[in-house]
Every structure is written in C-alpha cells, then in structure tokens.
C-alpha cells in the first residue's frame, strides 16, 4: 500500500482509540443533547448564492453530503463546541464553517493546555505555563475591509493567500473609483459580491510559507515586519507566544542558531508541516493564522448576502470574463494586462 493509504489508516487507528477512551458510541446522543446540536445539519451548508450553478436538488445532495460527513466525524470520535471556541456567528450567518464551534474537531484538542513544548523562565514566573490554547474566529478578521467599486456596483471581498494584495491594484485601475466599508456592515440589496477562491492545498501551503517568511526573514507583505505595523516577530513576547500556542515552532526553533535562523531547508520539514496541519486542525490562534481561516470565512461578510460570482485563481483568466460581464463592462477592453497580476 502506498504511504498515504498507509498514514489514513495509522490516523483512524488513533482517531478510534480516541472515541473507544471517551467512552464510544453510547456518549454520542448524551453528548448531542449536551451541546444542543440536535440538528446541526441546518447550518452544514455552502455559503448563499447561485454561482455553482446549481440547482435545488443538487443543492439538496450537496448539503446532505456536509451532513454525512459531520454524522461520521461524530461516530469517529471528534467532538463540538469546545471549550473556548463558543461563538453564534453560523446562527445569523445562516452556515458553519470549521472555525464554527459546531464542526467537530479531534478529541485531543480542547484537552491540549499548554501547547508548545518550550517556554522560558520568564514566561514560567509569569504563571503562563498552563495557558489554555486559543482558537480562530468564525469570522473575518476586524482590520479587513470590503472594497467597494461604485460605477461597477459590485464589491470584492478578499480572502488571505488569494492575491489578497495583487487583486485590489487591478481591479482599481479596472473598474475605477473604489471605497471601503467595514467587515460586519449591510450589503446594499442590488450590489454584487464577488469572492476570490483557491484549490485549499496550495493555499494551504502558501499560508505555511507566509508564516515562516515573517518569522524567519522578518517580511510582510509592503516591506519588513515591524512594531509600528503590529506585525513584529522578532520580540521575545511574540516568540514565547508561538511556543505557547503552537506545537510547529518548537520544531522550527531547532533550526535557530545564536545569531538568527539557518537558512537551509530543514532535515525536520516533515515534522514541520505535520504539526501546522495538527494546529490547523485544532484550529489553534497565532500570530498570522487568519492565513489559514476557512475560504467560506471570507465569503459572507457581515450580515449574509448571497454571492454572485466566484473567482477561481486557477481560471482566472475566465473570472475575469465572468467579472466583467457581471459589471457589465466590455469583455474585450482592458485597462491592465492579466499577467501583470
């Protein structure tokens, strides 16, 4: 068998010895009742809107698949509305995502205390090691912002590690004047919304090396990370937190040396990555982990609006088409070529 099929099985082996410990089958109504999830399936949706194309049996199918896999992730072991991660927002946004405290989440998770395996003497005297992990929010983050393009009568939203810093140079000279409105207000009921999205894997990947580009070359997106942008890494506050709330930097931290970071790839890249995908699952906060929120975060920003287009960066070239159709705009006419994205 190959090595993946061979991780799979190594992964339900300790996802069932970790139900059959929380006591099986039997706890799972009790634990249902519990939590009030009786009929999560309401909320076990895609975000509002027709751009899949479908239509409402396919819809149907759609939302009993999420169904069924939240009903099989229950029966493995993973569990809800953990400790800490409690929030409404799917309540009123009419759908979860898996930063919603309603999707279940590995068992060992909410049990994690102190994270990290390092932690200094200061941290230690401070009383900080027995801080209690911390989880992403079901929601885009408070800075971020929706642009508003008002002669085209559509607004974007941007989705982190999806040219979230290449896409609003372009569509500005595209489409013309621009202004911003916060995350959480109304969505006028004629404006069209338009959402950028990426295959999860490489986003996912672009993510990690986001966050190791800060950590170890100190650069943000705009130039050097720094305190006046909140963004410093280089404190030893904002190391003791990733030790704290992470388990993949006590591996990263192995490739320090007296004078900074080895540049080199690391002989532990392996473990690395494991561990990201570990605190990602677990939904574990950090510094820049809004680069790894759930793609459906960004898609309903504040009350819920249905979406009108979807933005495939690995099509973009016929989004674009779709987009400007959609702002009614001649498909032909360019102000900005697209390789310059």
């Known amino acids: 068998s190959s090595p993946l099929e061979k991780g799979w099985r190594e992964y339900d082996r300790i996802e069932g010895q970790a139900y059959a410990n929380a006591g ?8 249902a009742q519990q939590d009030g999830s009786d009929d999560p399936c309401r909320y076990l949706t895609c975000p509002p809107g027709d751009y899949l194309g479908f239509g409402a049996a396919e819809k149907e199918k759609q939302n009993a698949r999420l169904c069924a896999l939240h009903k099989l992730l229950r029966i493995k072991g993973r569990i809800q509305n953990m400790e800490r991660e409690q929030n409404d ?24 205390r102190q994270v990290g395996k390092g932690g200094s ?17 079901d929601a885009s983050p ?6 508003v393009f008002e002669d085209s009568n559509f607004e974007f939203h941007k989705n982190h590690k999806v040219g979230s810093v290449s896409f609003p140079g372009y569509l500005g000279c595209e489409y013309g004047r621009t202004s911003k409105e916060p ?34 070359n100190n650069q943000c997106p705009g130039g050097p990370c720094t305190e006046s942008k909140n963004n410093s890494w280089k404190s030893e506050q904002a190391l003791e937190k990733l030790s704290q709330f992470t388990t993949w ?73 779709e987009l400007k159709h959609l702002a009614g705009k001649d498909e032909n006419r360019t102000r900005l070529h697209l390789f310059q994205l």
Not at 26 to 31: I, S, T
Not at 200 to 212: I, K, N, Q, T
Request: hydrophobic letters at 35%.
């Open 24 to 31: 099986g089958a039997e706890k799972e109504q009790g634990r």
């Open 89 to 112: 927002t799917h309540l009123h946004r009419g759908y979860a995502t898996f930063e919603s405290p309603l999707w279940p989440k590995p068992p060992r998770c909410p049990e994690e």
């Open 121 to 137: 003497s200061a941290a230690k005297a401070r009383g900080e090691r027995n801080v209690k992990a911390r989880f992403r929010k």
């Open 142 to 147: 408070s800075y971020e912002e929706r642009l």
């Open 183 to 216: 995350w959480n207000s109304m969505v006028p009921h004629d404006r069209k919304v338009v959402v950028p999205v990426r295959e999860p894997v490489r986003r996912f990947v672009s993510a990690m090396g986001e966050v190791l580009q800060r950590l170890i």
């Open 249 to 321: 930097y006590h591996h990263i931290n192995r490739t320090r040396n007296g004078e900074g970071w080895e540049h080199s790839i690391p002989s532990n890249l392996r473990d690395i990555v494991g561990a990201f995908v570990h605190d990602v699952s677990c939904n574990y906060n950090f510094n820049a982990a809004s680069h790894f929120t759930t793609q459906s975060v960004f898609a309903t920003q504040g009350p819920p609006k249905p979406v009108d287009l979807v933005l495939k960066l690995e099509d973009l070239e016929m989004g674009l088409k």
